[in-house]
């Protein structure tokens, strides 16, 4: 399995972007798929998540209703809009997929089995 994310860049405080991510190698329909984050000096944090087909969805509380995960199994793509971006959305953000998505445990990093290279969101002030 092979994931690549893009769609960053620099947006001022208020902005929008949407992150893609495009898997290949596998059967796309039997992944769970989540985002997660990486701020410089940081630990790599849990963003948001999706079911295989898209019923069901998590997000870290601090993105509520400003980001929303969503993917096309018929393009093998997840995608992540984020809206109302804020300085402290600054991170480089990273796709990753997993077979065994439980809802008690999308959110921790040891649960993804694959990940792609990130693409960096720079939100100014």
């Known amino acids: 399995v092979q994931l690549q994310a893009f769609g960053g860049g620099l947006v001022q405080a208020g902005g929008s972007l949407r992150l893609s991510c495009a898997f290949s190698g596998g059967t796309f329909s039997m992944y769970g798929m989540g985002w997660f984050r990486q701020a410089p000096g940081k630990e790599r944090e849990f963003v948001a998540a999706?079911?295989?087909?898209?019923?069901?969805?998590y997000y870290r509380d601090s993105v509520k209703g400003r980001f929303t995960i969503s993917r096309d199994n018929a393009k093998n793509m997840v995608y992540l809009q984020m809206n109302s971006l804020k300085p402290e959305d600054t991170a480089v953000y990273y796709c990753?997929?997993?077979?065994?998505?439980?809802?008690?445990?999308?959110?921790?990093?040891?649960?993804?089995?694959?990940w792609g290279r990130g693409t960096e969101v720079t939100v100014s002030s």
């Open positions: 999706i079911s295989w087909r898209g019923g069901n969805t």
């Open positions: 990753a997929a997993t077979l065994l998505f439980q809802e008690s445990t999308v959110q921790h990093v040891y649960e993804y089995n694959y």
